[in-house]
């Protein structure tokens, strides 16, 4: 039927419409993405396991701090007492620092100024120190430390979920100033040395070690960050992620993620309701490396999956007395939006079996929904 676009604009008309984008995975910046007729929210949500910061790190290079660099950090909790970080130093030396939190509107960009310092560093190598920012967190979310040029001073790098992420700077546009746009993240395939990113900034190389050189196929999309910890740390990768109505970073990250894992018994993430449920569709919203930047040409790349996509994955459906449903059983997957239909009668508990990804080492989920056969609005 035909309408005029005036009246497609409010009330039940637009909502429609939003839930239509949302269950094709879009996206409306601060809009919470709650589909009418999904009843995952309504769950308890647990896990086989949830990565922690405090989980032991691996070094994959040493990036020297050549010029000023930026650390960003998802921040949560009430108070922030101090940063760690892993280094190397050259000689005795001292390392300046800022800390600043992002805007109100979750932008990722350094904005009021928290605290800056100094702080004294001995000669030595893999060592950690300690930045003692000391200060309030009025607005959780997106913060950024600033580390001053000192080229005696390397930092550790690490492949790491979304949130915490690295950034360099980028020179100044004398024609389009921006001091918003003073930093890019840009980085290159490990192994390749030289490069110019789409904004004119030569693209900075770590010095990368040989565990990183395992993953020179992979690397272009994985997420980095400087080695470091939080004190208290952040708690951000919780079973809970999956159902918080967002399949994307807004302030945080917004997603489940196991801890790391060989996949020798599947990772699992399992919905329990207290009452049964009549199901038409599981919806997983799985994490495609949304930071990315595809090159611009007709090149092509050097994997036939995006690493963090979840590869192999059973959905299993569990009735009151103990019996269960194979929803979906899933091999090579390599899309983030999976829709599956289905007709699954008195279910009190759903269960997502992940047996691997196309290639790293934890299970990373952003969403998943689950449609109630008994909303009416349902059939479309």
């Given at each position: ?16 419409i939003q839930?239509?984008l ?6 409306i910046h601060?809009l919470?993405l709650a589909v009418d007729?999904?009843?995952a929210?309504e ?7 949830v990565?922690s910061?405090?989980d032991?790190?691996k070094?994959?290079g040493l990036?020297r ?6 650390l ?8 922030l007492?101090?940063i ?6 050259d000689?005795?030396?001292q390392?300046?620092?800022r800390?600043h939190?992002?805007p109100a509107?979750?932008s990722?960009?350094p904005?009021d100024l ?6 004294g560093i001995?000669?030595g ?5 300690e930045?003692?920012?000391s200060?309030?967190?009025?607005r959780?979310g997106?913060?950024f430390l ?17 949130g915490k992420?690295?950034?360099?700077p ?12 003073k ?11 030289r ?8 693209v ?5 070690n040989d565990?990183a050189r395992?993953?020179?196929a992979e690397?272009?999309?994985l ?12 708690e951000?990768?919780?079973a809970?992620?999956?159902v918080n109505?967002?399949?994307r970073p ?8 196991s ?5 020798v ?9 207290e ?8 919806q997983?919203?799985l994490?495609?490396s949304?930071?990315?930047h595809?090159?611009q040409?007709w090149?092509?790349?050097?994997l ?16 009151e007395?103990?019996?269960e ?7 090579g997957n390599?899309?983030?939006?999976r ?12 269960r997502?079996?992940i047996a ?20 009416c609005?349902?059939?479309?």
């Amino acid at each position: 039927s035909q309408s005029d676009p005036r009246s497609l604009t409010s009330g039940n008309a637009i909502r429609a419409i939003q839930r239509d984008l949302f269950l094709a995975d879009h996206h409306i910046h601060a809009l919470e993405l709650a589909v009418d007729g999904d009843i995952a929210r309504e769950a308890t949500v647990t896990a086989s396991s949830v990565f922690s910061e405090r989980d032991p790190v691996k070094s994959w290079g040493l990036d020297r701090l050549r010029d000023d660099r930026m650390l960003q950090l998802p921040v949560t909790s009430q108070r922030l007492d101090s940063i760690s970080l892993w280094i190397d130093a050259d000689c005795d030396t001292q390392l300046r620092y800022r800390l600043h939190q992002g805007p109100a509107n979750s932008s990722t960009f350094p904005e009021d100024l928290l605290t800056e310092g100094v702080v004294g560093i001995l000669a030595g190598e893999s060592q950690w120190i300690e930045i003692p920012v000391s200060c309030a967190i009025n607005r959780p979310g997106w913060h950024f430390l600033i580390l001053a040029k000192n080229p005696a001073v390397a930092v550790h790098m690490m492949e790491t979920p979304p949130g915490k992420r690295w950034y360099y700077p980028r020179p100044e546009d004398p024609i389009r100033p921006n001091h918003f746009t003073k930093w890019t993240s840009r980085s290159l395939m490990i192994g390749m040395t030289r490069a110019v990113d789409a904004d004119g900034a030569g693209v900075v190389a770590p010095d990368w070690n040989d565990y990183a050189r395992n993953f020179k196929a992979e690397s272009l999309f994985l997420n980095f960050a400087h080695c470091c910890q939080t004190n208290p740390a952040q708690e951000l990768y919780g079973a809970e992620m999956a159902v918080n109505g967002h399949s994307r970073p807004t302030h945080a990250p917004n997603l489940w993620v196991s801890a790391a894992s060989e996949f020798v018994e599947p990772e699992w993430i399992s919905l329990n309701w207290e009452s049964p449920k009549n199901i038409t569709e599981v919806q997983l919203l799985l994490d495609s490396s949304l930071h990315f930047h595809f090159w611009q040409s007709w090149q092509g790349y050097p994997l036939r999956g995006i690493p963090s996509i979840i590869r192999d994955y059973r959905i299993i459906a569990g009735h009151e007395d103990g019996s269960e449903t194979i929803v979906a059983e899933i091999t090579g997957n390599y899309q983030r939006n999976r829709r599956h239909r289905t007709s699954v009668r008195g279910v009190r508990r759903l269960r997502v079996e992940i047996a691997a990804t196309n290639g790293i080492t934890r299970a990373q989920l952003y969403g998943i929904r689950v449609m109630d056969g008994d909303w009416c609005g349902h059939a479309r």
